[in-house]
């Protein structure tokens, strides 16, 4: 079976949407700042709640921000 | 988010606190051989755990904190079944031949893992009932 790997655009996309910080996007997307630098490290996946909370925090699609490689 | 983490912090610290002073409680009315104390002891204790625990959850939203702390649980329970498993062979071997005071805690171990094993197995049948696994 290949390794499936969930790359993510949370780094950028933080960028584009004014530098915002970890601490406010995990405040806002309702989780903790070490899940967003776990994430952004690609070293956690997340819920599929948590993915979609995150999108919703930079008003894009889920695919825009999860990528799914095999 | 900060106030969440210190308020996951001083829950922390309570349980931590409430373990160790029910535990020396215990051990203490142990000690003198009263045997009535350690019951209400632990039935208070399990209940404090209980109701920290409930707030807990209320409070402390991150999931990863929860894959974190199942991880870690999985871990200890692993460790302690072989470790007490190999301990408690070792001590019954033992308590059968030259050191017959050993084979009663050999047995005590061996119940315990074999104790604990059923409370998992009967823990998986409520969880994956619980998550959608009844066929």
Redesign the interface.
Known sequence: MPIARINNQIRRLRFDHGEITQ?EL??RA??????II?LEHDK?V??I??AFKIARVFGVTLEDVFQYEE | ?KE??DEYHSIENLEISVVLIFAALIGWAIYVGNAWIPIPMIIAGVAILWLTGRKGKAEI?????Y?VAYKASLFVFRFFIITAAAAGITLLSLGRGDYPELESAGMALIYSCCILGMLYYAAFIYYNKKYGGKE
């Open positions: 601490e995990a405040e309702g989780c903790t700042r070490q899940t776990a956690y997340p819920s709640e948590l | 988010v969440i983490k939203i991150d999931e990863r904190t894959i």
